[in-house]
Each structure stands twice: as structure tokens, then as C-alpha cells.
């Protein structure tokens, strides 16, 4: 499968094989520490379907995981497609691949050698 990468200002669609890239909005820290931004790298557990990336703000590398698996949890489960009743990706079901200090700009991605 070949990833494509998203503009956060497009709708996104988990059931479709796509890379969304968004950024969130810096929440504010009660003690005003600067917040780093970090980039994640999401995919479902079973290491199929596609490619989650997003930029993150987080105190560290830690709590950036926690932040961008809630980032694709909540994108993802937001598909019309693929809501039902209860949500179907959760924390368990998400695992981060890496992260990467910064925002971070893709410039190419290909999972699969298209000769």
C-alpha cells in the first residue's frame, strides 16, 4: 500500500489507505513551561491499515505517545464510515511506531515498493 499525506484542512477517512497529517492546538500548562512540539507515528496494533501522523504539543516524549494515540483515537473514530454505536479504535488498540522531536515535514512516504 502507498501512503498519501493529508492536509488537516481536508476531511479525513480512516477506512481509506491515507496519512492524515494534522496539527493540534498547544494546550496551556499551569506552570508555563514551554511545551515541545513532537511528531507521532500511529497505526492499529495488528500493524495493518493505515499510517496516523501528527504533530503534537507534550512536556516529553512520554506524554506526546499518550497525546497523539488520543489524537488518532479521536480522528479516526470520527469517520462516518466507520462509527457505530461504540467507538472502535481505543488506546489498546493503537500502537505508536515513533516519535519524533519537532513538527516535522513528510516529504515522501511509500510502505511499498511500486515497480
Known amino acids: ?27 496551556v500548562h499551569r506552570n508555563a513551561e514551554p511545551l515541545a512540539s513532537f511528531t507521532v507515528f500511529c497505526q492499529e496494533r495488528t500493524g495493518e491499515g493505515t499510517i496516523h ?21 479521536d480522528d479516526w473514530n470520527a469517520s ?14 493503537i500502537h505508536c511506531l515513533g516519535v519524533a522531536k519537532g513538527d516535522v515535514e513528510i516529504l515522501d512516504w511509500q510502505d511499498i515498493c511500486n515497480v
Do not use: R, W
Open 1 to 27: 500500500m502507498s501512503l498519501t499525506l493529508h492536509n488537516s484542512s481536508l476531511p479525513f477517512d480512516p477506512c481509506v489507505p491515507s496519512v492524515p497529517f494534522s496539527s493540534t492546538k498547544s494546550p
Open 80 to 93: 462516518p464510515k466507520c462509527a457505530s454505536g461504540e467507538p472502535f479504535y481505543t488506546v489498546q488498540n
Open 53 to 73: 501522523i501528527c504533530c503534537v504539543k507534550s512536556l516529553d516524549a512520554a506524554a506526546a505517545i499518550i497525546a497523539g494515540k488520543q489524537q488518532c483515537m
